[in-house]
């Protein structure tokens, strides 16, 4: 009869442990990333400034690389830079478009003004289209490929080996042997 | 000193700009539609806060999602789908209790379960009759007291030096 108690407390413990494990081995704040393999979500945005319309349905055929910020985050500014290097390596081959988060038409215009931007920045009014990618936060990257499905997202401000690893497996074999040459 | 470190702070962030300015939320819907946009974001996680629900969140992302789920039933959409939405989106991280379903069972059964077992242990415990206890653990005899001890009885044998020897001492 003992060793019945024993073997269930035995596994009570046990089965507490993989609990205890399982909730340790992992950041209860870091939201899952849900959509990689899945269709992006389609958007048809106005681009600051210009006012040009941008829809994703029209690019398709092109990877894309989607970059959430805001002039209020610091991290993101302090990738501003390393997006424009990003453009200037793969923007002929990768669409390269920001879209602004939380922020106003005002701020977001004055800031490019300041730091430039080669690439079509996009409003979001209330952030609909940042809530439809399943944004946290910003900075946030999402690579999308040719055919329209996520492949990759990175949260926080991106350095330069980052930026091109993650653009050589969303431009697939073929390409990174060009961009090796 | 708090008070004074946070206050520096906030002015240090209103004069960098490093704040979300703030925005209008969508307007809300008439009261019984409203009723259920609050009713769901009081289920969903901020991502940004602390154990806290979109509906209660003054964080802008918050406010975006309170948004969404207004435009998603203003689509006619039912309160399943609209946490499936986020589901998809930010996963089950995002509700604020996990679906009664496969190991979270665990979660939901385990309390009340480690509850009965307490009860179970407390029951059987007072059950206990005292004289099968004393049988169960020889050891706990000597806590008898010293007089319960010196009583002659049938356990006690007339060759127990130690008994002897105590006896000797208390008639001293």
Redesign the interface.
Known sequence: MKWKVTLALSL?CA?LLF?LYRGFGQDPHE??F??RGQPAPTFALKALGTGEVVSLAELRGTPVVLNFW?????PCRMEHPTLDWAFRQYGNQVKFLGAVF???EE?ARAYIARAGSPYPQLIDP???M????????VPETYFIDAEGIIRDKFVGPMDRATFATRIRVLLGPSASAELGK | MNALLISLFLSASALT?????Q?A??SPLEPALEARVQKLGKELRC??CQGMSIADSPA??AR??L??IR?LISDGKTDDEVRAYF?????E??LLSPKAAGFNW?VWL?PALLLV?GFAVIFRQIQRHPLEKKSASPASAADEPVERELQPSASTTPEDDYLKLVRSELKR
């Open positions: 009570a089965a609990v939201v899952p849900m959509l805001s002039t209020w985050c610091g939380e922020d106003t701020n209330r952030s609909q940042a809530v439809d990618y399943g944004v946290a936060g | 700009g490093a704040y979300a300015p925005q939320g969508s991502p940004t802008s992302v975006a999602q948004d969404k435009g589901v998809a989106r930010y996963g991280w995002i665990l385990g077992v």
